[in-house]
């Protein structure tokens, strides 16, 4: 007998092991970035940081939105509980993305 737990509570919490990810990896990689000399540069630098920040939160986008979209057709009618939460989770991941890209695109970045 197979132990399915660990499978289904992973496919559940993908969405927000992505959101976690994200996160870290968007801020580790503007910190060091503006601490190295990469945002010594006026323009360059700056434009770079900008750039992979913005491809770093749209790839996720993706993969959250791709996540969402898996959790809704996997969704049984029959009110079962896992597809309710991988369907909550997901659209939570979607969110919380997005509202982790806003500062990042928004604000400059090393105001230091």
Same mark, same amino acid.
């Given at each position: 007998?197979? #132990?399915?737990l !660990?499978?289904? /509570?992973? #496919? *559940?919490?993908?969405? &927000?092991?992505? @959101?976690?990810l994200?996160f870290f990896? *968007?801020? %580790?990689f !503007?910190?060091?970035?503006?601490?190295? /000399?990469? +945002?010594?540069?006026? @323009?360059?630098?700056r /434009? %770079?940081?900008? &750039?992979?920040?913005?491809?770093?939160?749209? *790839?996720?986008?993706?993969?959250?939105? @791709?996540?969402?979209?898996? +959790?809704?057709?996997?969704?049984?009618? #029959?009110?079962?509980?896992l597809?309710? %939460?991988?369907?909550?989770? *997901? !659209?939570?991941?979607?969110?919380?993305?997005?509202?982790?890209?806003?500062?990042?695109?928004l604000?400059?970045?090393?105001?230091?």
């Open positions: 007998m197979r #132990d399915r !660990a499978p289904l /509570s992973f #496919d *559940a919490c993908a969405p &927000l092991l992505l @959101w976690a994200h990896g *968007a801020y %580790v !503007a910190a060091a970035a503006c601490l190295t /000399s990469l +945002a010594d540069t006026e @323009w360059m630098g /434009s %770079v940081i900008w &750039l992979v920040l913005i491809v770093w939160t749209m *790839a996720a986008l993706l993969c959250a939105l @791709w996540l969402l979209i898996r +959790a809704g057709r996997r969704r049984r009618p #029959d009110g079962r509980l597809s309710g %939460v991988r369907l909550g989770c *997901a !659209a939570l991941g979607l969110v919380g993305i997005a509202w982790t890209g806003l500062p990042l695109l604000l400059s970045t090393c105001v230091a």
